[in-house]
Structure formats: structure tokens, C-alpha cells
């Protein structure tokens, strides 16, 4: 079967800075990926690769069997392809939950008001806001926003969600409702890369587990095996750390 996502020996520089020095990465569909990783080791940034929010040095990106940087690819239809879930929601604090969650449908997929809006509403029920439909971003607790700001990535239909440390930015007692969100689309099958200092999270509904550090991928296993019997020093010092 054709893997939803393939990365081929990706290289990113910013100026002389060589933040991403090798990256060979392929997720299947369905299939959910964790990425670990110290502070400034390139996860974001392999992430945004990965939704064409930055150029890259040099590589090969394949979501869904469109080549990304292939100039002929219309970058619209790939950024609706690979939805992203950041750590601050970024919500427009003058819309309702609901319009955040239509606008994307309405405006790039010139899906009809009405068609929208009850996606909107059943994809809000999904994340457990239904009666929220109405209210404004300033009126929700963090752990609501980001759970809108899931419904508003899947309002898209993209095929894989990819979610940078989203539970980061929340009070510890907030975290859970996002991450039981996240397992729910997880069992449903969709295709997920997640990066997140959760491990609890990452053992229970990863696939596999990445560790990058320094640009490359330094590990990667099953979540029983990496987190048992890590190999990379490294891995052991941050894994040391986090749990
Ligand atoms: P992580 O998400 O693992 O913490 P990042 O991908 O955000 O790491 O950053 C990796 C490195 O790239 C860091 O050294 C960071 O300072 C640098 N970096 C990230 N974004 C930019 C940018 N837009 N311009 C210059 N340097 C950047
Ligand atoms: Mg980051």
C-alpha cells in the first residue's frame, strides 16, 4: 500500500544553521507517530515541513502521493491534505466556535453555508462542544480551545493530522480532555504525527515512537520497546527527564 506520508533524506537550513540534517521518515495510513525529541531539535520544523509552511534545503516530501515541493503541486490542495494542531490554538477571537470552525470549508473548499454548518455542528459534537456552537473563543477554558481548534483541522477532511505539542500551552487539569480527543480520532483510524512530551499518551496509542535530536532520527520503536530498552545515550538522558 502507498504510505500516506514519505520523507526522503530532508535537509533544512536556516541561513548557516543546519537545523534538519537527514530526515528519512515514512507513515502509513492510519498509522500514529510520535516524535520526542529535546527542545530545538527540529521537530516543529520538520512538522511545518511537512504542511509546506517552510521551504526546504533539499529532499523529498510525499503526503498522500502528492510530491509537495514539486512546483507543478497546487500547495492549497496540500496544506487541506495535512491538517495542523499548533500549541496556541490560534483562534479568531471575533467569530463564533462554529465559524472558526466553518470558515476553512467555506472560504478554500467552497462548501455551501448550510452543508458547512452542519459539519461544523456535527464535528463539534465530536469533540464533545456541541453547546459551545455559539460562544467565542475568550468564553472557553484552554483545553476547550484546542479541542475547536481539532474540529476546525478536521473541518478540512484533511488525510492526516499533525499536532505540534498541543497539549503544552494547558493547565495540567486540562490536558487530559484534549488527549482523549486525540485517542478517539486515533482508534477511528486516522493518520497521526504528534509531537508531545506526553508519554503516557505516546505509550498508549502510538504506533511508533521517534526520538530526533540534533536534526536526525536518532531512534525509533514500538513505544514498549523504546521506552523499555532505549539505545541512543541520548534517549536515555532525555527519557530520564521526561518520565
Ligand atoms: P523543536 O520544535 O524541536 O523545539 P524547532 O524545530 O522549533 O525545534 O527549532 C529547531 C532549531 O531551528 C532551533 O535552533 C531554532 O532556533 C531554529 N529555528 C526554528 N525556526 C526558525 C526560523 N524561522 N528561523 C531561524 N531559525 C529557526
Ligand atoms: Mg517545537
Known amino acids: 500500500m502507498t504510505p500516506m506520508i514519505e520523507i526522503r533524506n530532508l535537509h533544512k537550513s536556516y541561513g548557516d544553521h543546519h537545523v534538519l540534517r537527514g530526515i528519512d521518515l515514512t507513515v502509513r495510513t492510519g498509522e500514529v507517530v510520535v516524535v520526542i525529541g529535546p527542545s530545538g531539535s527540529g521537530k516543529s520544523t520538520a512538522l511545518r515541513c511537512i504542511n509546506r509552511l517552510e521551504e526546504i534545503t533539499s529532499g523529498t516530501i510525499i503526503v498522500d502521493g502528492y510530491d509537495l515541493y514539486d512546483p507543478k503541486t497546487d500547495i492549497n490542495h496540500v496544506r487541506t491534505e495535512a491538517g495542523m494542531v499548533f500549541q496556541q490554538f490560534n483562534l479568531f477571537p471575533h467569530m463564533s466556535v462554529l465559524e472558526n470552525v466553518t470558515i476553512g470549508p467555506v472560504k478554500v473548499r467552497r462548501m455551501a453555508r448550510q452543508e458547512a454548518q452542519a459539519l461544523g455542528l456535527a464535528l463539534l459534537e465530536k469533540v464533545g462542544l456541541a453547546d459551545k456552537a455559539h460562544a467565542y473563543p475568550d468564553q472557553l477554558s484552554g ?72 536534526g536526525k532520527i536518532q531512534e525509533e520503536g514500538p513505544p514498549n520497546e523504546l521506552f523499555a530498552d532505549p539505545k541512543n545515550p541520548r534517549l536515555r538522558e532525555f527519557l530520564g527527564k521526561v518520565i
Open 143 to 214: 483545553g476547550q480551545k484546542q479541542r475547536v481548534a481539532i474540529a476546525r483541522s478536521l473541518a478540512m477532511q484533511p488525510k492526516v493530522l499533525l499536532f505540534d505539542e498541543p497539549t503544552s500551552a494547558l493547565d495540567p487539569e486540562l490536558v487530559g480532555e484534549v488527549l482523549e480527543v486525540m485517542k478517539q480520532l486515533a482508534r477511528e483510524g486516522m493518520t497521526m504525527v504528534v509531537v508531545t512530551h506526553e508519554m503516557g499518551f505516546a505509550r498508549e496509542v502510538a504506533d511508533r515512537v521517534i526520538f530526533i535530536d540534533y
